[in-house]
C-alpha cells in the first residue's frame, strides 16, 4: 500500500527565513517554489535522498498552515507517503475505519493527487497520501 516517505511537511512563518536556515546553514538546495491557491500556502521544495522536504508559509492569515502556525508552532506539519492507487487506497482505508479529511484526490503540490487522513486516527499525525504520474 505505502511505497515510501515522499515528503515531509514543514510548517514556516518565513520561507525566507527558512531559506537561510536550509540553504546557507544545512546546504541543502531549494529546487523550486510553487503557489497553491486552492490551499492558500507557498510550496518551496527541497530534494533529500529518495524524498524531500517542502517548506509551507501560508500565504493568508486564515489559511491552514497559519492556523498550525498558531496553535503549535513553526514545525513538521505533515508526513506524506507516496502510494499508487489513491482512490482505492481511500476506499479501503474508510472501509478500515479510518477518518478521511479528504474523501477524494485533490490537487497537490509538484502536480501530485494527494488526499489527507485525519490525525484523530491517526495516533496524532497528519497522513497525506501523495500518487505522482
Not at 491552514?64 to 482512490?87: D, M, T, Y
Amino acid at each position: 500500500m505505502l511505497k515510501k516517505i515522499d515528503h515531509i511537511g514543514i510548517a514556516v512563518e518565513s520561507l525566507e527565513k527558512a531559506k537561510y536556515l536550509f540553504e546557507d546553514i544545512l546546504g541543502l538546495k531549494i529546487v523550486g517554489e510553487e503557489v497553491i491557491e486552492e490551499q492558500k500556502v507557498k510550496v518551496a521544495f527541497i530534494p533529500l535522498g529518495d524524498s524531500e522536504l517542502e517548506l509551507l508559509e501560508s500565504t493568508s492569515p486564515t489559511g491552514p498552515i497559519a492556523k498550525f502556525i498558531e496553535k503549535k508552532g513553526e514545525g513538521i506539519q505533515h508526513l506524506a507517503f507516496r502510494v499508487e492507487n489513491l482512490e482505492n487506497i481511500l476506499k479501503e482505508l474508510k472501509g478500515k475505519g479510518i477518518r478521511l479529511i479528504d474523501e477524494k484526490p485533490r490537487y497537490g503540490a509538484g502536480g501530485a493527487k494527494i488526499a489527507f487522513l485525519h490525525p484523530q486516527s491517526t495516533q496524532g499525525v497528519l497522513i497525506e497520501l501523495c500518487e505522482r504520474g
